[in-house]
């Protein structure tokens, strides 16, 4: 895994923290809740390569091609 998909998530999680906070703030709720749920979408998208490579990597291990 690399250093940098780490720090590209803890970046996504600063600014997501911060705009939910700041839509919090001016009342406004509906936005805050869809913020932080496109912030998981992204994450996600960024991690699922390497989810892929780790189920692959435990079929290879076990042999269970």
Do not use: C, H, P, Y
Not at 22 to 47: P, S
Request: aromatic share 6%; charged share 20%.
């Amino acid at each position: 895994m690399d250093i940098d998909l780490i720090f590209k998530v803890a970046g996504i999680g600063i600014i997501v923290a911060v705009l939910n906070l700041v839509l919090k703030r001016a009342e406004r709720e509906e936005q805050a809740m869809l913020t932080t749920l496109a912030g998981l979408i992204v994450v996600l998208m960024l991690i699922i390569s390497e989810i892929q490579s780790l189920f692959d990597t435990v079929k290879s291990v076990f042999g269970l091609w």
